[in-house]
């Protein structure tokens, strides 16, 4: 059974640095391209990183440029999502997604920056 759990989320102040994770299970996990998303309240989901099977970072958001960034570890069935400098705008819940024709997402983390 595939899935996708993600963890890391909190509160931070702007400025501030917060990794999350996401752990895969039940797929062939470096056979796959793997991404990141976020969902704000009231706003749509985006696609704001992603990283290829070999490693390479693909970023979504020109925003985010230079502040996102996916990595991943494929002995640990992991992909992260490094954020620098957040702001009070990248409030949301992000998730990770396998596509592939696997579709599909974990359960969410919440990121909240105020100060």
Sequence with gaps: ???????GGGLVQPGESLRLS???SGFS???YEM????????KERERVAGISRFGDVLNF???EKGRFAASRDN?????YL????LKVEDTAVYY??????LSRWGQGTQVTVSS
Aim: proline letters at 3%.
């Design 1 to 7: 059974q595939v899935q996708l759990v993600e963890s």
């Design 22 to 24: 996401c752990a895969a």
């Design 29 to 31: 996990f470096r056979d």
């Design 35 to 42: 991404y990141w998303y976020r969902q704000a309240p009231e």
């Design 61 to 63: 958001v020109n925003s």
């Design 75 to 79: 002995d640990q069935n992991t992909v």
């Design 82 to 85: 490094q954020m620098n400098n």
């Design 96 to 101: 990770c997604y396998v596509g592939g024709g």
